[in-house]
């Protein structure tokens, strides 16, 4: 990594940078990895300066930290690092402050968490401004546009002023340590790769089940919904490490384009499918870890009498090529559902024939892949049970990777301190590019058409559980049953 570089964070005043930002450079601080000159500039709206940023920030951090774990050496090395820079990011002319700060020879970073309606103009602004050099790197937060057409606008008006190979679009899901040992264990271990098709794969499950509601925030909610908000970005960058082919080097171009390649396969869901691949629901009141919580429509900021956003989608997915032709990808993700849980689930097929009657009918391997909680994989297998008084019977045992035990650290990072480190590395593996993003819309704006022309209704479905029953059929209706814990 060279050492010349400075970042600077739009929006350091916002929940992101207060939640997520902030705290991931100061690990990587911390740890040793910030190169020694790196500055940070915090550029928000708000009239504060340097002294009452930093005063804000270390009361954020020890709200964060233990007080045990609080590191006042590592604390006092980051703060120096810090500069707040007041900017009204749509004025012109507030911009010459940040150019006084930024030094030319040097490789800046520029980090929007803002609404991504500023992007274009925040971009605009700091080339007026003389800020943009052709070393400079622009990191976009999501959502990059709510359908193709919008993220083209951004997409386009970004690309004016950085070459796509400087821009670096967020899907935090490729910060995490799972999702990154995805390639490891598809692509080096021969066993795992040899039979990765539809020779030996019954079907994948992919779910993104979260407890928490909307947090606050309705209004933005209800006009972008699940599909939007979770699958059109996490979990199609999901699949596509689970299901893409193998590229011909860890470079960040071949990867993306295996990317490409894989979400230009998938089948798009038409109107004359809509009922039967995919699911709408929208939670009503219930209890999640013994606690009543609200229904949607009952949830703070809620400002109508109905609406038919949704915040539970399952999906039957089909990906047209030669490796998955008759595999199904079921996917699914929910609001307030009964536990938080991300994960993969590869069930492999039952064996051509049974030697032994008690596992007949049922997937004897599953692989799973648990991005939380408990990161980690797990292999299902069969194995027989030691017992002298039975002759060969049969259990299921599971084989198990945790990562958390292996890592021999003491802690696994936050998807963010990946994925600012390789910014600042200047690759871009962990990162969507324009094509991967349009050809997602693509996907997602055929899905919503088909909602929106068949008149699509949500299902209800109880707080604090695994969503609609309509969800069950989706699946029970192949013969096949969601993998719940
Ligand atoms: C965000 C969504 O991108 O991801 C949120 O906007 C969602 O609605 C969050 O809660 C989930 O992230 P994670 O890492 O907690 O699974």
Known sequence: MSSNIDLVIFGARGDLA?????????????????????????????????????????????????????????????????????????????????????????????????????????????????????????VLEKPIGHDLQSSEQVNGAVGQYFDERNIYRIDHYLGKETVQNLLALRFANRMINSQWDNSCIDHVQI????????????????????????????????????????????????????????????????????????????????????????????????????????????????????????????????????????????????????LFPETEGEANNKLVIRLQPNEGIELEMVSKKQSLKERLKTEKRTLNLDFFDSSGESRIADAYERLLLEVMKGDQWLFVSRDEIEASWHWCDRLLASWRDKKVATKPYSAGSWGPSRAEILIENDNRSWQEE
């Open 18 to 138: 207060k939640r997520k930002l902030l705290p991931a450079l100061y690990q990587l601080d911390k740890a040793g990895l910030l190169p020694d000159s790196t500055r940070v500039a915090a550029v928000a709206r708000e009239n504060i300066d340097t002294v009452e940023f930093i005063k804000h920030t270390s009361e954020l951090f020890k709200d964060l930290y233990d007080k045990d774990k609080w590191d006042e050496k590592a604390w006092t090395r980051f703060s120096r690092r810090l500069h707040y820079i007041k900017v009204d990011f749509s004025q012109k002319k507030e911009f010459a402050g940040l150019k006084q700060w930024v030094v030319d020879k040097r490789t800046m970073i520029y980090y929007l968490a803002t609404p991504p309606s500023l992007f274009g103009s925040i971009c605009k602004h700091l080339d007026d401004a003389g800020c943009v050099t052709p070393t400079s790197r622009i």
């Open 207 to 354: 779910t993104a089940a979260e407890t928490v509601g909307i947090e606050g925030r309705w209004s933005y909610y209800d006009k972008v919904g699940q599909l939007r908000d979770m699958v059109q970005n996490h979990l199609l960058q999901l699949l596509c490490m689970v299901a893409m082919e193998p590229p011909s080097s860890l470079k960040a171009d071949e990867i993306r384009a295996e990317k490409v390649k894989l979400l230009r396969a998938l089948r798009p869901i038409c109107e004359d499918k809509v009922e039967d691949h995919a699911v709408r629901g929208q939670y009503s009141a219930g209890w999640i870890s013994g606690s009543p919580v609200v229904g949607y429509m009952e949830e703070e900021g809620c400002e109508s009498d109905s609406s038919n956003n949704e915040t539970y989608v399952a999906l039957k997915v089909h990906i047209d090529n030669w490796r998955w032709a008759g595999v199904p990808f079921y996917l699914r993700t929910g609001k307030r559902m009964q536990d938080k849980v991300t994960q993969v689930v590869i069930v492999y097929k039952d064996n051509p024939h049974s």
